[in-house]
């Protein structure tokens, strides 16, 4: 059996469990931005007859002030049910001293909407540069598989 991971340098950071907005906010649980190089938000939404957006908001300290991330991306508007949108921030979008970062789904028009959210961390800092190795069938005079 298999049992590798599909991408070792993707992880899930945090979540929005799934719930009914009703012209209210469901939020994540705080990501550390210090240990990836991106951060992106997979949003979904089931039966709706409400209006969602999506944004990150950030802060410097775990526990502390959240707000929007100036001229980060948003998720606008979505008024039909059974959707999916993604959101991406990279390290280099927030402020200085901003290092934690948290997802943000709201319904504005006070009607319901079944949403949840998956927060995924990309590249971590920590990681080194990767490196191509061919596979061992490779050969420059040959374009044999078998060949040796």
Same mark, same amino acid.
């Given at each position: ?7 070792p ?13 009703? #012209?209210?906010?469901g ?8 240990? /990836?190089r ?17 944004? /990150? ?6 526990? #502390?002030?959240?707000a ?39 319904? #504005? ?11 995924? #961390? ?27």
């Amino acid at each position: 059996m298999y049992t590798g991971a599909t991408h070792p340098a993707l992880s899930i950071a945090a979540v929005v469990s799934p719930q009914t907005l009703n #012209g209210s906010t469901g939020t994540s649980g705080a990501v550390d931005a210090s240990k /990836f190089r991106r951060i992106m938000a997979v949003i979904s939404i089931g039966a709706n007859a409400g209006s969602v957006t999506a944004q /990150f908001q950030s802060s410097s300290t775990s526990g #502390g002030s959240y707000a929007n991330v100036s001229g980060g991306p948003t998720v606008t508007a979505i008024t039909a049910a059974n959707e999916q949108a993604t959101i991406e921030l990279r390290d280099d979008q927030l402020a200085a001293g901003q290092r934690y970062v948290k997802l943000t789904i709201t319904e #504005g028009n006070s009607a319901n909407a079944v949403c949840s959210g998956v927060v995924l #961390g990309a590249r971590p800092s920590s990681s080194p540069p990767r490196t191509r190795i061919p596979p061992p069938w490779s050969n420059a005079t040959s374009c044999d598989p078998l060949a040796g």
